[in-house]
């Protein structure tokens, strides 16, 4: 069996138990393998063990990589969770399925016009800046309700909201601000919780887990 499905089975197992934990029912968060900087190789074992959902954070990679595995494996949904900017929209709808860091009004109004141009629905998430963090992207809470009806009426698919919470902080008031937010909007997607942090994340509700280095392992490389 490859590390990579190893360890997958591994994460699936510990959310089982913790879901069971918490004891909630009807609940079935999604892994996202975040393949970022990891080679074909340690992709194709978790397709062949039947794994659908992959992320990457750039675009000219996502690109180079996923063209023709997504060719090839029609099933699979491809996730961008990096900063997108605006002059990679047009290749960025084109690979992807999900983009989870919809962080500002320009990008809004870019992703709008580039969907309908091509006449495509992607689903995307907004990215809320809970730790007040300056060199961290995303909305200001207390501009997301305004913002998500801009969103609205430019006829973008917001499914939910992503956060990032500040390194070396507990994540878990964060999380649970992020699940209040999500709540108030009747959102039912919530993006949140990676290698470090994905069975705090459970707790509140999280239905999209990122996780890269708990699946390939330590990046060594870049693509």
Not at 114 to 132: T, Y
Not at 170 to 186: A, I, M, T, V, Y
Request: glycine share 4%; aromatic share 8%; charged share 30%.
């Amino acid at each position: 069996m490859h590390h990579t499905q190893k360890n997958l089975i591994e994460i699936e197992e510990k959310i089982k138990n913790k879901i069971n934990i918490l004891n909630l029912s009807n609940y079935d968060p999604k892994v996202i393998a975040v393949s970022k900087t990891f080679s074909e190789q340690d992709i194709l074992p978790l397709i062949e063990y039947g794994h659908h959902e992959f992320g990457e954070n750039k675009v000219q990679e996502a690109q180079a990589k996923w063209t023709k595995i997504k060719e090839k494996y029609k099933n699979l949904k491809l996730h961008m969770l990096g900063k997108l900017q605006t002059n990679k929209v047009k290749n960025a709808v084109e690979i992807f399925d999900y983009i989870h860091s919809l962080d500002n009004l320009k990008l809004a109004n870019k992703i709008s016009n580039e969907l309908n141009k091509k006449s495509k629905k992607i689903k995307i998430f907004i990215q809320v800046n809970l730790g007040d963090e300056e060199q961290k992207s995303g909305i200001d809470p207390s501009e997301l309700e305004s913002f998500y009806k801009t969103c609205l009426d430019l006829k973008l698919d917001i499914i939910g909201t992503m956060c990032i919470p500040p390194e070396n902080q507990d994540p878990k008031p964060f999380f649970q601000e992020l699940l209040k937010l999500n709540q108030k909007l009747s959102l039912s997607e919530i993006s949140m919780g990676m290698t470090n942090d994905y069975l705090d994340a459970l707790q509140y509700k999280s239905t999209f887990l990122r996780i890269g280095t708990g699946i390939f392992g330590k990046r060594v490389k870049k693509f």
